[in-house]
T-cell receptor
Framework: GAGVSQSPSNKVTEKGKDVELRCDPI?????LYWYRQSLGQGLEFLIY????????KSGLPSDRFSAERTGGSVSTLTIQRTQQEDSAVYLC??????????????FGSGTQLSVL | AQSVTQLGSHVSVSEGALVLLRCNYS??????LFWYVQYPNQGLQLLLK??????LVKGINGFEAEFKKSETSFHLTKPSAHMSDAAEYFC??????????????FGQGTTLQVKP
């Protein structure tokens, strides 16, 4: 497809389980971002990948969260031992060039994560 | 650290009335500022951006925003609201100003309701 693709669109899991969320950015986009959208909290930055540079992980809320980007394309966000406060919409975005300032971000539709 | 504050989590206007969505920023460097819109059941998309070229920025769908350094504001306006403008609007600032490695820091969002 032409846009940013995220899967699954919805994920329901039990507290304590691990989950993996997938993001396929637009082909050729070098920058990839993960954000979390919670009710009343806006968009919370999680992690940012740019080409072969070390990712900016400054937004990850705890060590239960990790992400990788293989081959400069697909990215997986992993949440271990999920907690109820992890419930949110997880958004992925990509941009063509180096960063957010000169290139607009293209967002996926998100993964709605519900932790019971 | 750079941040944005959106005043008012919900704004309601009548169709045809002026739309004003408020955003104030805090930045230690000359800021790059953005407005993104999220229509129901769609991903976020760029509405407009300020990158120091002109203080009045025009975006899609008749929206515009004015950068006012003295007021540290970047309010979004539209002269006449349309029913299709009902959406959630996010103000954002690049955390490193003009640096290409900057990531976007988003506000908490404002839900715009348009009444017939």
């Amino acid at each position: 497809g032409a846009g940013v693709s995220q899967s699954p669109s919805n994920k329901v899991t039990e507290k304590g389980k691990d989950v993996e969320l997938r993001c396929d950015p637009i082909s050729g986009h070098t920058a990839l971002y993960w954000y979390r959208q919670s009710l009343g909290q806006g968009l919370e930055f999680l992690i940012y990948f740019q080409g072969n540079s070390a990712p900016d992980k400054s937004g990850l809320p705890s060590d239960r969260f990790s992400a990788e980007r293989t081959g400069g394309s697909v990215s997986t966000l992993t949440i271990q031992r999920t907690q109820q406060e992890d419930s949110a919409v997880y958004l992925c975005a990509s941009s063509l060039l180096q960063g957010a300032t000169n290139e607009k971000l293209f967002f996926g539709s998100g993964t709605q994560l519900s932790v019971l | 650290a750079q941040s944005v504050t959106q005043l008012g989590s919900h704004v309601s206007v009548s169709e045809g009335a002026l739309v004003l969505l408020r955003c104030n920023y805090s930045s230690s460097v000359p800021p790059y500022l953005f407005w993104y819109v999220q229509y129901p059941n769609q991903g976020l998309q760029l509405l407009l951006k300020y990158t120091s070229a002109a203080t009045l920025v025009k975006g899609i769908n008749g929206f515009e925003a004015e950068f006012k350094k003295s007021e540290t504001s970047f309010h979004l306006t539209k002269p006449s609201a349309h029913m299709s403008d009902a959406a959630e609007y996010f103000c954002a600032v690049s955390d490193k100003g003009s640096s290409n490695t900057g990531k976007l820091i988003f506000g908490q969002g404002t839900t715009l309701q348009v009444k017939p």
